[in-house]
C-alpha cells in the first residue's frame, strides 16, 4: 500500500484525510528531486519540496472556474523518490517504475522534477499504459540535442530522447537551441515548434497548436518556459517566455479540447529570499487539475 504525505507536508496542506490520502485520491503528486547534469545555476532538487510548501498559501477556491477542485478527486502527495546513487539510464528506469505503479493504480499523476531528464521516466511509463498521445512542451529551450557533455541523458537531450520513443512533440516558448536542435525541427514530421517570437502579438497560434495535438495530450512545463518575470528562479533563464495569462488561457484550451492525460513540471531553482516561482508553479499546477474537472476531464 502506498502512503501519502500528512497535512503539514502534502500539497495544499489538505486537511480532510479523505482527500489526501492514497487510497480514496484521483489525483497524486510525486517528486523526483534528481540533480545530476545541471548546466549552469544548481539547485533544482529542492524545487519540488519548495513547490509543495509553498502550495500552502494557494487558495482552494479558483474564481475563474467557480470551484474547490480538490474536493471533487483529492490529491495526495506522495514521498520523494530516493535516488540512491542511481544516474542516467538507472535514475531515468526508477522514475519509469514508480509512475508506472501509479498509473496502474488509475491515478492521475501529476509529477514535480528538478532538472528536465526526469520526464523521459515520466513519459515512457504514460506511454506503456495509453499508446499514442503528444507531448506538449513548455520551454526556453527545444532539449533536442542527441547528447550534451557526451551524456545522451543530460536534460539538454530529454526531449530528443522523448523522439526517439515516436511520439508527436508540440514545444511552446523555445527561444535558446543549436543548430543541430533547428535541423531536426526541420527535417522530422513529429516536432512542431511555436518559438517565443512567434506567439507574442495574439493568441492565434494556440489553436493552430491544438490542432497538431493528439485527442491525448502529456504536458511536460519547464519553469523557464515562461518569462523571468513570471518564473525568475530557474536553472538556466532566458528572456522572454511566456506571460502569466497566456500560459494559463493555453491550458485551458487545451483542457477543454483535448484530455491531459498527466503533467509534469521540473527546473524550478529556489533563491535564498525569493518565493515567486514557487508559488507561482503551485498555483500552476492547482490550476491545470483546475481546468481538467471543470471540463469534466479528471
Known amino acids: 500500500m502506498t502512503s501519502a504525505l500528512a497535512t503539514e507536508n502534502n500539497f495544499l496542506g489538505i486537511t480532510e484525510p479523505e482527500l489526501h490520502n492514497y487510497e480514496s485520491s484521483k489525483v497524486v503528486i510525486q517528486s523526483a528531486p ?18 509543495i510548501e509553498a502550495s500552502h498559501y494557494v487558495e482552494f477556491y479558483d474564481e ?20 540512491n546513487g542511481k544516474v542516467n539510464k538507472e535514475a531515468v528506469d526508477l522514475i519509469e517504475a514508480e509512475t508506472l505503479n501509479h498509473l496502474k493504480n488509475n491515478k492521475f499523476v501529476v509529477s514535480l522534477g528538478a532538472e528536465h531528464t526526469v520526464s523521459l521516466g515520466f513519459v515512457k511509463a504514460f506511454k506503456q499504459v495509453h499508446g499514442e498521445f503528444s507531448v506538449l512542451q513548455i520551454d526556453a529551450h527545444s532539449d533536442l540535442r542527441s547528447a550534451y557533455h557526451d551524456n545522451p541523458y543530460s536534460h539538454a537531450s530529454v526531449l530528443a530522447r522523448i523522439h526517439d520513443l515516436g511520439l508527436p512533440i508540440c514545444q511552446v516558448g523555445i527561444r535558446a537551441q543549436c543548430k543541430e536542435e533547428a535541423d531536426l525541427i526541420k527535417s522530422s514530421p513529429l516536432i512542431n515548434t511555436w518559438y517565443a517570437h512567434q506567439i507574442q502579438e495574439n493568441d492565434l497560434w494556440m489553436d493552430e497548436l491544438i490542432s497538431k495535438l493528439n485527442d491525448k495530450v502529456y504536458i511536460t512545463i519547464d519553469a523557464d518556459g515562461f518569462d523571468p518575470s513570471v518564473m525568475p528562479a530557474v536553472g538556466t533563464a532566458e528572456p522572454g517566455g511566456l506571460g502569466w495569462h497566456q500560459g494559463l488561457k493555453l491550458m485551458k484550451k487545451v483542457a477543454e479540447r483535448k484530455t491531459i492525460i498527466g503533467f509534469d513540471i521540473v527546473e524550478c531553482a529556489p533563491k535564498e529570499g525569493e518565493i515567486l516561482t514557487q508559488f507561482n508553479l503551485a498555483k500552476l499546477l492547482y490550476k491545470i487539475i483546475g481546468y481538467c474537472c471543470h471540463f469534466n476531464k479528471l
Open 34 to 51: 534528481y540533480e545530476y547534469t545541471s548546466s549552469y545555476l544548481q539547485g533544482s532538487a529542492q524545487g519540488p519540496k519548495a513547490i
Open 64 to 83: 475563474e472556474t467557480d470551484q474547490e477542485a480538490y474536493k471533487k478527486t483529492g490529491i495526495a502527495t506522495l514521498e520523494e523518490m530516493d535516488f
